[in-house]
């Protein structure tokens, strides 16, 4: 993140966290709202991709017959 947060806006939820961990997280000075924002951003961030990649398998899986087919588009011009 910059030195300057972005400002969002915020909802409040009720969340059940391991008691022992929210603990842990307090005496060391965590942020558990931050902690947790940032876990649920990169859990969407996972579930977004994988959804790309299920919606997008046909294509791919074509494309990549089709370079084992015909080889790869300009591979003449490779220096390596």
């Known amino acids: ?5 972005v400002r969002r806006k915020r909802a409040a939820t009720n969340v059940t966290l ?12 965590v942020s558990i709202s931050e902690a947790s924002n ?3 951003e990169r859990a969407v961030k996972k579930a977004e991709a994988e959804r790309w990649l299920k919606e997008n398998k046909p294509a791919l899986d074509s494309y990549n017959e089709w370079i084992e087919a015909n080889g790869l588009p300009l591979e003449r011009h490779r220096l390596f």
Not at 1 to 5: E, I, L, W
């Open 1 to 5: 993140m910059t030195t300057r947060a």
């Open 18 to 29: 391991d008691a022992e961990l929210v603990a842990q997280a307090r005496k060391l000075g």
């Open 38 to 40: 940032q876990g649920l």
